[in-house]
């Protein structure tokens, strides 16, 4: 069973912080995706990232792919009100007709403050 | 492109009760994923359909069923509804092949009472 462990699970800041994200596991992934997800609506796909030690850069959010594809991270940098939400971290599974089954983590709720 | 569309937004229902969820993808994907989203649990896979077939199943009980039409539209079913089936149900939609990228609707929330 592929696990993803996320932290932290919560995350309150002032306006213009940075923060960062992890996500975590002892399982390989194919590729590792970011969502935002506001309260009562579905996952917003921000990011993905499928090569090994990949970065990607979203304006003022950084992602990063482990090397060895089982971590991830995400980087706001001055963050803002706007920002506020719940981030997922979603690994899709590596090998065989599995690839449409998403493992999520638990979620990082991140509440800016103006 | 029109996104994931899920119907109904909202449903109430009552214990011992069916349901039945429905999912339309974005135009030419070819999967559908379904997922139950809690907040103690967090969002926990419950099956994909791909071309018509179940591809893959999560660990929920036999009670969760769903299936494909040829359009690839999907509809999910849960039968002698329990009040812990109370959850936003997710669909997610997919190119298929290896392409993992999924695009989320805006969820069914259901009220078991």
């Known amino acids: 069973t592929q696990l993803l462990e996320q932290s932290p699970q919560f995350l309150s800041i002032q306006e213009g912080e940075n923060l960062t994200v992890y996500c975590n596991s002892s399982s390989v992934f194919s590729s590792l995706q970011w969502y935002r997800q506001e309260p009562g609506e579905g996952p917003v796909l921000l990011v993905t990232v499928v090569t090994g030690g990949e970065v990607k850069k979203l304006k003022r959010l950084t992602f990063q792919f482990g090397d060895a594809r089982k971590d991830s991270s995400l980087h706001i940098t001055a963050a803002q009100p706007g920002d506020t939400g719940l981030y997922l971290c979603?690994?899709?599974?590596?090998?065989?007709?599995?690839?449409?089954?998403?493992?999520f983590g638990q979620g990082t709720i991140l509440t800016v403050h103006p | 492109k029109a996104g994931v569309t899920q119907t109904p937004r909202y449903l109430i229902k009552t214990r011992g009760q069916q349901v039945t969820l429905s999912c339309s993808p974005i135009s030419g994907h070819r999967s559908v994923s379904w997922y139950q989203q809690t907040p103690g649990q967090g969002l926990q896979f419950l099956f994909e359909?791909?071309?018509?077939?179940?591809?893959n199943k999560g660990n929920f009980p036999g009670r969760f069923s769903g299936r494909q039409f040829s359009n690839s539209r999907s509809e999910m079913n849960v039968s002698t509804l329990e009040l812990g089936d109370s959850a936003l149900y997710l669909c997610?939609?997919?190119?298929?092949?290896?392409?993992?990228?999924?695009?989320f609707g805006q969820g069914t929330r259901l009220t078991v009472v």
């Open positions: 979603a690994g899709g599974d590596a090998g065989g007709t599995s690839y449409g089954k998403l493992t």
């Open positions: 359909y791909f071309s018509e077939t179940q591809r």
């Open positions: 997610a939609s997919r190119r298929g092949g290896e392409n993992t990228e999924a695009f």
